[in-house]
């Protein structure tokens, strides 16, 4: 899988998905990703063990993705590729090193910055996702991906807000999933409404173990 994290429209679905902000996600989209998570952490698993896997051909390809960036550490976009694999089922800590990596190869490089900036927002490091996010768009200005994880940090961070819904009204015009606009201004109202408290819905994933999963 060539590594697009948070570089275009489609990046911004997928960083709904992982932190669980999406119109209809808790009732429906939910059950996609946890077949996701299935697939992409069976591969994960054989590709770091030796242990087997109904899917043998998944594992073998992520295993390649891996090895070669851990053979290749001169490779940037083999760093990407592998960071991408655990980033996909929100394991930012095991993607940290090959995103660092990468960073290190070119500081330049807005994919690794953004992706730095998710695995901050991930780890509740909400001024480190500030941070690498804004530094992605000062590179790439306008990459929706980078620019919904800074209004998502704002917001979870409750400062910037009448930035982040100026931000929201350029990623509305520039194509972006009309529920996902949706969503995140539903999330700024409620961090305004919240006088300075930083809990809002982008603290909760996904739940579909019981009851709270609709509500």
Same mark, same amino acid.
């Given at each position: 899988?060539?590594? $697009? ?8 679905? !997928?960083?709904?998905? *992982?932190? $669980? ?17 299935? /697939? ?10 030796? &242990? ?5 051909? &998944? ?5 390649? *993705? ?7 550490? +001169?490779?940037?976009? =083999?760093? !990407? ?12 800590? #095991? ?16 994919? =690794? ?24 768009? =000062?590179?790439?200005? $306008? ?7 800074? %209004? ?9 807000? +009448? %930035? ?5 009204? /350029? ?16 999330? !700024?109202?409620? =961090? ?9 819905? !982008?603290?909760?994933?996904? /739940?579909?173990?019981?009851? #709270?999963?609709?509500?």
């Amino acid at each position: 899988m060539k590594y $697009g994290f948070l570089t275009s429209k489609t990046s911004v679905t !997928l960083f709904g998905l *992982i932190i $669980g902000l999406y119109g209809g996600f808790k009732i429906a989209n939910s059950q996609y990703r946890l077949m996701l998570e299935r /697939d992409l952490k069976t591969s994960i698993a054989g590709a770091s063990s030796t &242990a087997g896997a109904a899917n043998a051909g &998944a594992i073998e390809e992520t295993r390649q *993705i891996i090895d070669k960036a851990r053979n290749s550490p +001169d490779n940037i976009e =083999a760093q !990407l590729d592998a960071a991408d694999q655990f980033m996909q089922i929100s394991r930012p800590e #095991e993607a940290l090193p090959f995103l660092q990596r990468a960073n290190q190869l070119d500081q330049q490089d807005p994919r =690794a910055l953004a992706g730095l900036g998710m695995v901050g927002f991930l780890t509740g490091k909400y001024d480190e996702a500030i941070k690498w996010a804004s530094q992605s768009l =000062a590179i790439r200005p $306008g990459n929706p991906g980078a620019s919904f994880l800074l %209004v998502a940090s704002y917001i979870r961070t409750n400062q910037k807000l +009448d %930035v982040a819904e100026r931000m929201i009204s /350029d990623l509305e015009k520039s194509g972006v999933d009309p529920a996902m606009i949706t969503s995140i201004r539903d999330e !700024l109202k409620a =961090a305004r409404s919240t006088k300075g408290s930083t809990k809002t819905v !982008l603290d909760h994933g996904p /739940d579909v173990k019981g009851p #709270e999963s609709n509500r």
